[in-house]
């Protein structure tokens, strides 16, 4: 299970948000596996990420909120695996098709303005009783892809 968030402002910004909430990832099973230029990438293991990714991505929301309220936070979040290979730098890579649909489904998310768009897959296997509200999105051509991809648009449910 994989998030990707953007942010649109700038990479400083990007690396408080990760040192004020890295804890709390990490606390639900969740690992930052890569910090890149305006973006971050987040893993679970198949079947905890369907239960933490979404009030991970609302903690990161809600903590740069309170950093810099102009900020924009754009997610994208699927299922899926990846080849694991170390990189030269100690760490590991991170490779397969999925991440590509993750970051073509957080460009979706940038340009549309959304907060969290999240691929059919996920929302399939998501608990529906949990406090969020989903908007289908169809139609988003995936480069790679033979058929639009289905995605939904994700906000916190404030009824609940």
Not at 116 to 140: C, E, W
Request: charged content about 15%.
């Amino acid at each position: 299970m994989f998030l990707l968030i953007s942010l649109s402002e700038n990479k400083k910004l990007l690396f408080q948000l990760v040192h004020e909430c890295r804890a709390a990832v990490e606390a639900g099973g969740g690992v930052v596996i890569e910090q890149l230029p305006k973006s971050l990438l987040l893993s679970w293991p198949a079947g905890l990420g369907e239960q933490q990714a979404l009030p991970a991505y609302q903690l990161l929301r809600a903590s740069l909120q309170r950093m810099a309220p102009q900020a924009q936070l754009h997610g994208a979040a699927s299922l899926g695996w990846v080849k694991v290979r170390p990189s030269q730098s100690g760490g590991h890579r991170y490779r397969g098709e999925v991440l590509r649909q993750v970051a073509g489904i957080l460009l979706e998310s940038v340009q549309l303005g959304s907060g969290l768009l999240i691929a059919a897959v996920l929302y399939q296997r998501l608990d529906r009783t949990a406090p969020f509200r989903y908007q289908l999105h169809v139609g988003f051509e995936v480069a790679g892809h033979r058929y639009p991809a289905t995605l939904f648009q994700v906000t916190a449910d404030n009824s609940c």
